[in-house]
């Protein structure tokens, strides 16, 4: 098989099912023999689990001498919670390395140097798009020091997320609320304001189809922002999960907290102020909307005042992906940075 054709299987076993979320990236492996066979693969199941290229290794055994190593990620170099992959590929023979993705991870990155001193030959660069996009969050924090933010939000093909007298619920259908818990698990935090808490005492947790809370060890950090108390019957304050109540309305100061806490990607389900404070200092990476076919022409609009005054200054999105879900449209965009 070609080098590239090895990279996408290495990508697709590093996104197999299953895989717990955690701190760590996904992380796929083929060995090749010099006439390009498969000889091993191998993939990381999760932190404190073997990294992707000794699980190939292992699987591989002598037959690694002389072999091509396709990883999605560059070769770690460090000993962590294992031993690092670099001098694993040099002590069994592996004469090539192709790489997608440079390690952003200070900790861990370096190996693509320590296999060249070796006289390994490296190569970099293949396919890292598609690497990035499958760890984006954990590759967004590494580079930024701060979590990956998708902001969610249901709301009126006006724009609306609460009618005139103030009811919100069933803004959207039932498959895109189903489709809210499966985008929520995917995540490690869900933060709304006090507001939200006050006005509609949501109790955030991820629900399975049948709409029962899926196990407290599957459930996300509940993260409630802003300066006012919580009243101890918050639904929200429950044993269903951990919650933590950040007095602040500093976006940055949240964020760089929730990041101390290794939280790498935010879903941000707040109201129209929060989301705003959100927009205006530059925080939402991702935008995921479900729009249903209804108008309501007056009530909450789903952001508040940003700031704006004329239409050139717009805050630009571009769409990654459009789906209908049971009538209602789902669009996922992200901020054009300019
Ligand atoms: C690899 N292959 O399969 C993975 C890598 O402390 P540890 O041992 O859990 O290492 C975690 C770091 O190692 C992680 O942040 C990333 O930089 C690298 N992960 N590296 O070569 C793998 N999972
Ligand atoms: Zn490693």
Not at 41 to 56: D, K, L, Q, W, Y
Not at 68 to 86: D, F, I, S, Y
Not at 262 to 269: A, K, R, S, T, Y
């Amino acid at each position: 098989m070609s080098i590239e054709h090895a990279m996408r299987r290495a990508l697709d076993l590093a996104a197999t099912p299953g895989v717990p979320h955690g701190p760590n990236p996904r992380v796929g492996c083929v060995l090749l023999d010099p006439h390009g066979s498969e000889i091993a693969e191998g993939f990381h199941r999760g932190a404190g689990t073997p990294h992707a290229e000794a699980a190939a290794l292992t699987e591989a055994g002598d037959a690694a001498r002389g072999a091509t190593a396709v990883v999605t990620l560059e070769p770690c170099n460090h000993t962590g919670r294992t031993g690092p992959c670099a001098k694993a590929l040099i002590e069994a023979g592996v004469s090539r390395v192709v790489f997608a993705q440079p390690d952003p991870n200070p900790l861990a990155a370096g190996g693509a140097e320590t296999l060249r001193s070796a006289g390994v030959a490296v190569e970099m660069g293949l396919l890292e798009h598609e690497a990035r996009e499958l760890n984006r969050a954990w590759t967004f924090a590494m580079e930024h020091g701060r979590p990956f933010v998708t902001w969610k939000f249901a709301a009126t093909l006006d724009g609306r997320s609460a009618a005139a007298d103030g009811s919100s619920r069933w803004v959207s259908s039932v498959a895109a609320r189903r489709d809210t818990h499966r985008l929520r698990a995917e995540c490690d935090a869900i933060l709304v304001g006090t507001g939200t808490v006050l006005v509609d005492d949501p109790e955030l947790t991820v629900r399975d189809e049948l709409d029962q809370p899926l196990p407290r060890e599957r459930q996300l950090l509940r993260v409630v922002m802003g300066e006012r108390d919580l009243p101890a019957s918050a639904r929200v304050l429950n044993d269903r999960a951990d919650t933590v109540h950040l007095a602040t309305r500093d976006v940055a100061e949240a964020l760089s907290t929730l990041h101390a806490r290794g939280i790498q990607h935010v879903f941000l389900e707040g109201g129209p102020s929060l989301a705003a404070a959100f927009l205006a200092t530059g925080s939402v990476d991702e935008v995921v909307a479900y729009v249903a076919p209804k108008l309501l022409g007056a009530g909450r609009s789903v952001v508040g005042d940003l700031g704006i005054e004329s239409i050139t200054d717009a805050l630009d999105l571009h769409v990654l992906d459009i789906t209908v879900l049971d009538g209602d449209v789902r669009i996922t965009a992200r901020p054009v940075l300019r």
